[in-house]
DNA sequence: CATTCTTATCGTCTTTTGACGATAACACGG
DNA sequence: CCGTGTTATCGTCAAAAGACGATAAGAATG
């Protein structure tokens, strides 16, 4: 059998609402803010990665890379992209790691767009 | 005395909401069109495009120009990206290009982000 | 401890992006 | 018709992104 994922630790399901409104929402740093997260969206493997996140089809790396047709490496160059934009979060178990959807990020760069 | 942009055809004030739910938000394709949109504005000088177009400081290509530190080429380059992404429109007055958001393409990003 | 499984990183390559100047295309004013 | 102002396109170059295989690192398992 294969070994189950332990760690609930990532995305909590009590996750509270957090607050975005004391970061600032307009001027060239929100700009870049907004740029920097859309970028990482643009890319069709990271959009169908944050989906299978997001539905929870798929929470570790290894589980990720079964469901695209890319390389182990190329995946988890996709996942760094993310994290590093503050739309993932990872964490340990053991070998493996555990990914899920950083609400935060989301919600920071729905409250972006929002304003266009 | 500089001469007045004529044309008030491009992002009419009545512009009805919408209907966007013909077309899916899920699945491969709205992956591709996600990605797609996102990538647009995956850039901080097109962040900065849209911005002086929601506020309406800047319509016509050569104000757009002045606002930024950019060659006239470059921000003509920009709106080509923004336009062929669906998120500006455009229309031609005399000499002049007014460029205004396309709030459809707007639209179709926060409808597909909502659901991430 | 050796093996296996899982993930991150590195090196390399090709493709794409971003920027610019030069230039073409086009409408308008004299 | 000739110059002027405005925008799009082209050619070029440097930089970044995207993909892969190989490999390193670390945990679990026997």
Redesign the interface.
């Known amino acids: 059998m294969a070994k189950r994922f332990k760690g609930d630790m990532c995305c909590p399901p009590g996750a509270p609402a957090a607050e975005v409104s004391w970061q600032t929402l307009?001027g060239?740093e929100a700009?870049?803010e907004?740029?920097?997260l859309?970028?990482?969206?643009?890319?069709?493997a990271?959009?169908?990665i944050?989906?299978l996140l997001?539905r929870k089809e798929a929470r570790v790396c290894s589980q990720i890379v079964d469901e695209l047709p890319l390389a182990q490496s190329t995946v988890s160059e996709h996942l760094r992209i993310l994290k590093e934009a503050g739309l993932v979060r990872c964490a340990q178990d053991g070998t493996r790691v555990g990914y899920c959807?950083d609400f935060d990020g989301?919600r920071r760069?729905?409250a972006l767009?929002?304003?266009?």
Chains 1, 2 share one sequence.
């Open positions: 307009e060239a700009d870049d907004l740029a920097k859309a970028k990482a969206i643009g890319h069709p990271r959009v169908r944050l989906r997001s959807i989301l760069l729905k767009t929002a304003i266009i």
